[in-house]
């Protein structure tokens, strides 16, 4: 098993609707959960952070965390052509850092 | 601009030959780590500090070597390249602290020959 799994995708979406993107982790140790988004042939660019337990909404991003299940996620509102990129799940503790394989979204015009 | 540096961004060496990739941050970062990306592989981290003097290893530091001398600066250090460290290589830093993430350079896309 992986220790950050994310739903494989591709992802497919319209304009306008709400993506929803995911991962599981299984290291319990892990303190901060962070969500990447990574434009082809481009580095990951750091879109959200979360280090407690519920929902937190930055703009048209919402993350949720849930510690119990061991589960992230990543929505977001109102998702535009230019949404469409790959997105990593990361999880930290103390610097030591492990990425998910990504979820390619496309958003379809 | 606050911004991390990575040189060079593309390297084409041979196996064996000894080289070094530069990092540097001005961002007064305590944190600072490298990565690898492989295709079906993902990101993977090699090596990441914690302050000055103060490294530890990835999930994949073999073949590898770095050292953190200065606050801003973290190179990567490969004594012996073989084939399969071709690679995409990013640096990246970020301040201590739960709700930091990592800010990345734009990357070092290196060939062994």
């Known amino acids: 098993q992986k220790e950050v799994e994310q739903n494989s995708g591709p992802l497919s979406v319209p304009e306008g609707a709400i993506a929803s993107l995911n991962c599981t982790y299984s290291d319990r140790v892990s303190q901060s959960f962070f969500w990447y988004r990574q434009y082809s042939g481009k580095s990951p660019e750091l879109i959200m952070s979360?280090?407690?337990?519920g929902d937190k909404e930055d703009g048209r991003f919402t993350a949720q965390l849930n510690k119990a299940s061991q589960y992230v996620s990543l929505l977001i509102r109102d998702s535009q052509p230019s949404d469409s990129a790959t997105y990593l799940c990361a999880v930290d503790h103390a610097g030591k850092s492990t990425f998910g394989d990504g979820t390619t979204l496309t958003v379809k015009p | 601009e606050a911004q991390v540096t990575q040189n060079p961004r593309y390297l084409i060496t041979v196996t064996g030959k000894k080289l070094t990739v530069t990092c540097s941050q001005n961002m007064n970062h305590e944190y600072m780590s490298w990565y690898r990306q492989d295709p079906g592989l993902g990101l993977r981290q090699i090596y990441y500090s914690m302050n000055v003097e103060v490294t530890d290893k990835g999930d994949v530091p073999e073949g590898y070597k770095v050292s953190r001398k200065e606050k801003r600066n973290f190179p990567l250090i490969l004594e012996s390249p073989s084939p399969n460290q071709t690679s995409l290589y990013f640096c990246?830093?970020?301040?201590?602290?739960?709700?930091?993430?990592?800010?990345f350079g734009s990357g070092t896309r290196l060939t062994v020959v």
């Open positions: 990246a830093s970020s301040f201590q602290g739960l709700d930091y993430g990592y800010t």
């Open positions: 979360i280090y407690s337990n």
